[in-house]
């Protein structure tokens, strides 16, 4: 566990820079076990020389295993990021908020802090009744909170189309995003990605056009 653990503090911090406190949490519980199981004579004399060769195998192998991770991730391109989707404060539905690698990044732009990278754009086109809804949803001043590597947050808005979209406006909440907004995402406290603002309440994961439609009608 103590091993594994540095292996995924190094994936988290190098690789995929982005910060998880329950994941640092976990991590620290998990090499304080370890350290007190070494220390404390948990491993038995005659195992002890195959514990330090497998602790140590281990541990050159996570570092292989991040190295290659991060040779893996050409500059500019966030394809095959993996990430963790850890909530910064307390949610319902927290399966919708696991967050996955989106199917790709559209380009990245020279900013005067650095490079931006823009979400994938929306190939879809908007149905009826997903214009309907996204009107509804405009009359509350509804609003998207996502990341550009976030693949729920491409699907909902695949989900919505394109004109749909161009009516709710969208928050980046990554650093590295294109016009990331991610202190008013820390101040809104939101929860994971994709989640919804509407009429003032916090509505976090991916949304179907009905459960839109229910929470747009509840809300008025």
Same mark, same amino acid.
């Given at each position: 566990?103590?091993?594994?653990?540095?292996?995924?503090? =190094?994936?988290?911090?190098?690789?995929?820079?982005?910060?998880?406190?329950?994941?640092?949490?976990?991590? *620290?519980?998990?090499?304080?076990?370890?350290?007190?199981?070494?220390?404390?004579?948990?491993?038995?004399?005659?195992?002890?020389?195959?514990?330090?060769?497998?602790?140590?195998?281990?541990?050159?192998?996570?570092?292989?295993?991040?190295?290659?991770?991060?040779?893996?991730?050409?500059?500019?391109?966030?394809?095959?990021?993996?990430?963790? !989707?850890?909530?910064?404060?307390?949610?319902?539905?927290?399966?919708?908020?696991?967050?996955? =690698?989106? %199917?790709?990044?559209?380009?990245?732009?020279?900013?005067?802090?650095?490079?931006?990278?823009?979400?994938?754009? *929306?190939?879809?086109?908007?149905? %009826?009744?997903?214009?309907?809804?996204?009107?509804?949803?405009?009359?509350?001043? !509804?609003?998207?909170?996502?990341?550009?590597?976030?693949?729920?947050?491409?699907?909902?808005?695949?989900?919505?189309?394109?004109?749909?979209?161009?009516? *709710?406006?969208?928050?980046?909440?990554?650093?590295?995003? =294109?016009?990331?907004?991610?202190?008013?995402?820390?101040?809104?406290?939101?929860?994971?990605?994709?989640?919804?603002?509407?009429?003032?309440?916090?509505?976090?994961?991916?949304?179907?056009?009905?459960?839109?439609?229910?929470?747009?009608?509840? !809300?008025?």
């Amino acid at each position: 566990m103590g091993v594994f653990s540095v292996f995924l503090m =190094t994936l988290l911090f190098v690789v995929l820079k982005e910060s998880c406190p329950f994941c640092v949490l976990s991590a *620290i519980l998990s090499i304080s076990l370890a350290n007190i199981s070494w220390l404390g004579g948990v491993p038995p004399p005659e195992k002890l020389k195959d514990g330090i060769t497998y602790s140590v195998g281990g541990g050159v192998t996570a570092v292989l295993g991040v190295l290659l991770l991060y040779a893996g991730v050409p500059e500019g391109v966030n394809n095959g990021r993996m990430n963790f !989707a850890g909530t910064l404060a307390g949610g319902d539905d927290s399966s919708n908020l696991l967050a996955s =690698t989106a %199917p790709g990044i559209s380009g990245t732009r020279g900013t005067s802090s650095g490079i931006t990278k823009d979400p994938p754009p *929306i190939t879809s086109s908007s149905t %009826p009744r997903a214009l309907e809804v996204s009107n509804q949803l405009a009359t509350l001043n !509804a609003k998207m909170y996502g990341a550009y590597w976030c693949s729920h947050c491409f699907d909902q808005k695949e989900r919505l189309g394109k004109e749909a979209m161009q009516r *709710i406006p969208y928050i980046e909440c990554s650093r590295e995003g =294109t016009n990331s907004q991610v202190s008013l995402c820390r101040e809104k406290q939101i929860p994971g990605y994709p989640t919804w603002e509407i009429n003032g309440k916090l509505f976090p994961g991916e949304q179907a056009l009905d459960e839109l439609y229910e929470i747009v009608q509840q !809300a008025k």
